[in-house]
């Protein structure tokens, strides 16, 4: 361990000093901001650390506007390296611009002058294995998006609603269980399962004895992982956006607990996703039924190698870790938020559960429901669970404003000359709380505002509500629409059967750690509600 820790300070000191050597100046440093109250780590401790999430961000909005600058670590924005005769212009992170001005987020997703950041795309690349849709990029991207697609267009994703329907019976089943040790639940901890359930059922089409313990540990494991979040994460991923992606695979060899078990956890999903694709085109060569499933709709028994409309058996296999990941915690995490800000607004949960009532019996039509679906609009507005995505400039650019700023040295502008390599943070929870557009309430939890009509109607930038919770653009969740459907059926049969309130002492807070999660005041995940049994 010494080793590996001397091995990473001469890294770390080798790269600080290189890039110190070679500053180049940003495009950007008139634009105003925050000042940086550490060399090391820039604004980025009070960006991503704060004790509740936007903390400092949303008071940068109100105080900077919609665009300004922050220091990320090391305070150096880019570098011009002059060898062998030429010059090379090598991006740097320190200089980043924070946007919610939602010209410039529609530019940057509509355009083809970004793609993810570094340190997104390294992660991405590691955790979910380079075929993983969220890895690809460019021609590949589209076409697996294309296939993909199919399978979670409104009609097909209409059909998991019994599977939804089940798992939320297994979530209250549990929930009942756990109350009989005393009304104090962790809202959490009760939608491991059920959510973990409905992505491995509607997707491979598998329960979760058929997954196996294992992978179950294995994800929790992931799930702590990326739920884990420090200074030392902070400087680790600026290392880690510098590691070349051929080299990545090796990153999972790194001799620490966290990578041997994200190693673990890529055998496991990948020896999964094999297991599952070849069980069912055996079962399709012997001519029996295919399941309903979308690993089952996807699959092709003639499809051997790469089509443009289809996918082989290996494509599909290596979804397997990103399906489980970006289908399981983000929904997760969204429904634990909104139970808290149900728990706090008893009125409105009288409401709603007064309109869940009316509605029972007979077929529900959960999108004919105003309640319902304003709350999930309103839970998805404050919280995205990614409240920020990291960008960067893949050609020099100019990045157009809404509305002129003043920059430093006292000229105004309507746009910002970007350079190839410039880091630019989307902040969504920021846009979804910008008091020009939302109105003078939009740092409050109101579902009304969905009702009365009082929400932001400017151009559509993500498919839902006008909202970025789930991105937009080419890159927006393929599994959006599957996500409102379990949100709707789970609020739905457990604002019915339960009621939740806050405990006397409660602390909860909303935390970034990998993605919005609710925090106590331990700083760990876990949202203690109050539960009671109303049937
Ligand atoms: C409330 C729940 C969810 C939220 C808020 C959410 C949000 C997001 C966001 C913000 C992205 C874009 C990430 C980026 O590129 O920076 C994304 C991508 C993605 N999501 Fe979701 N997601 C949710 C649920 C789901 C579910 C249930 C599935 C699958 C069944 C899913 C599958 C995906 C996939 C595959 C991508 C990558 C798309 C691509 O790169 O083309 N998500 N999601």
Redesign the pocket.
Known sequence: MPYVSACLAILALSYILFRVAFRRHSTIEHVPGPPSPSWIYGNLLNLLLPVTYGDHEFAWQRQYGAVYRIKACFGVSSLLLHALGRSFHIPLQADRLVVSDPLSLQFILRGTSFK?GPT?ENA?TTVFGKK?????QGEP?QR??AI?NRA?TANAVRQFQPVFERTTQMMAAQLEESLMAGPLTDICSALFTPTLSA?AE??FGCTLEEMGDELITQHRHAIVMVASRSRAHILAEVLYAYIPSNMLRFALFLPTSAFRNLRRYTIVTRKLGERLVSGKLEASRRGLEMDND?YSSLLHPDASQEEKDAMTACEVAT?TA??LI???E??A???ALGLYELAKNVDFQEELRAEIYSAIGGDIAYDSMPLLNAFIKET?RMH???PL??QVATEDTVLPLSHAIMTTSGERISEIPIRRGQIIMMA?ASYQRRESLWGSDAGEFKPSRWTDGTTYKGDALGPYANL????GG???????R???L??QVVIFGLVRKFSFTLPEDDSVRPCLAG?LMPAMANGNKGCPLLVSCLL
């Open positions: 993810h997104l991405v993983a849709l969220a890895s690809l991207h697996a998006r993909l979670f992505i509607a997707a979308i979804q990103m399906f970006a289908g399981q983000t929904t995490n969204t429904l998805l995205p669970v990614t995505t990291e969504h970025l919770s789930f991105l080419p890159r927006a969740c393929l599994g959006w599957f996500a409102i379990e949100m993605t």
